[in-house]
């Protein structure tokens, strides 16, 4: 069973530009969440899908991210413009459905921003 | 707000030397915990989850324990495979899952 995609592994930008992250996530899971994982510290939710609908964007820095899911299957994370402390590895991973399942994480993206 | 301290922050074992790692939480209304390893440069990786005080899970050389405050995961017999962070999570009510920072295991041949 394949798991969790998401490309690019890595990503360098100048500040201010934008970035766009891409999740595919295990085959019939309806959960998706993105982390955003700094160096020395464990993964931090940024938000969660359930199928469509983002339950918990509490985390989430409006003002420059946003992200999407549509169809409920692949999710893209946007930043818009980055700023030096975007720097981190952005996490995507999922989960067979709602309350208390192991969620399943993919390799991440480095992102840089210079 | 949920809170995990992991300890401690890295530990060095020598091949075959049996130790604890610790897992420190508050949470209000634990619906489970989660220990997970993550090796450089990938996602972590599901190992456990125990739901209630007194459960226990094993796993090769691995043994994870649950109090009401405190999770342990030991390491039976280490080997240098066994190198990576570890990393352990924990869901109240809220459903959300809180990481701690993990704890670095290094295991010399």
């Known amino acids: 069973e394949a798991g969790v995609v998401q490309s690019p592994r890595y990503k360098i930008i100048e500040k201010k530009q934008p970035v766009a992250f891409w999740c595919n996530p295990i085959?019939?899971?309806?959960?998706l969440y993105w982390y955003r994982q700094n160096l020395g510290q464990g993964p931090e939710l940024l938000i969660r899908?359930?199928?469509?609908?983002?339950?918990?964007d509490s985390q989430l820095p409006k003002d420059r991210f946003s992200a999407e899911r549509l169809k409920g299957v692949d999710s893209t994370l946007k930043i818009q413009p980055a700023e030096l402390g975007d720097s981190a590895v952005y996490l995507c991973?999922?989960?067979?459905?709602?309350?208390?399942?192991?969620?399943?994480f993919g390799p991440g993206t480095r992102l840089t921003v210079l | 707000e949920d809170q995990v301290t992991q300890s401690p922050e890295a530990l060095r074992l020598q091949e075959g030397e049996s130790s604890s790692l610790n897992c420190s939480y508050t949470?209000?209304?634990?619906?489970?915990l989660f220990w997970y390893r993550q090796d450089p440069g990938k996602g972590p990786e599901f190992l456990f989850t125990?739901?209630?005080a007194g459960e226990e899970k094993e796993k090769e050389r691995l043994k994870a324990t649950l109090t009401k405050k405190e999770s342990f995961l030991h390491i039976t017999a280490p080997k240098p495979e066994d190198s990576a962070t570890y990393l352990c999570?924990?869901?109240?009510?809220?459903?959300?899952?809180?990481f701690g920072k993990g704890t670095l295991l290094t295991v010399n041949p």
């Open positions: 991973a999922s989960s067979g459905g709602q309350g208390i399942h192991e969620q399943f």
């Open positions: 085959s019939g899971h309806n959960t």
């Open positions: 899908y359930e199928n469509e609908e983002a339950v918990d």
């Open positions: 949470v209000s209304g634990l619906r489970g």
């Open positions: 125990l739901y209630s």
């Open positions: 999570a924990v869901t109240g009510s809220n459903y959300k899952l809180t």
